[in-house]
């Protein structure tokens, strides 16, 4: 897979990370997470009525992965609520729902998936 829009300001350590990922105390998740940093296809379903997206296939760069979720960084802002279309390497397709999205800087922004 490749994308021309994966020019991400990621530091270089961010692919050094592999396993599980450690859990805090207060963590309300019901699945454990893993490392999986890779790049991945997104197409923006949109949120209808209110954004309408173009069904672009974009790329991203995936940064963990669980029984229940998923999260990313991506080049553009998106809306909880809004519907997302990954293409998972080795995995397939699978429809998910943003949840949340933190801006990291410019142009990169943490999206968090179900």
Avoid at 80 to 100: I, N, S, T
């Amino acid at each position: 897979m490749t994308f021309a829009n994966l020019d991400l300001p990621l530091p270089t350590e961010f692919f050094a990370k592999h396993g599980l990922m450690p859990s805090r105390f207060d963590d309300r998740r019901r699945f454990s997470r893993r490392y999986f940093r890779v790049p991945a296809g997104v197409r923006l379903l949109g949120l209808e009525p209110a954004i309408r997206r173009d069904g672009e296939m974009l790329g991203c760069y995936l940064s963990d992965f669980s029984h229940g979720g998923v999260g990313f960084f991506f080049n553009r802002q998106l809306y909880p609520g809004e519907r997302v279309d990954l293409e998972l390497p080795k995995l397939g397709y699978r429809v998910v729902v943003v949840r949340r999205c933190r801006r990291i800087t410019a142009g990169c922004f943490e999206i968090g998936c179900e």
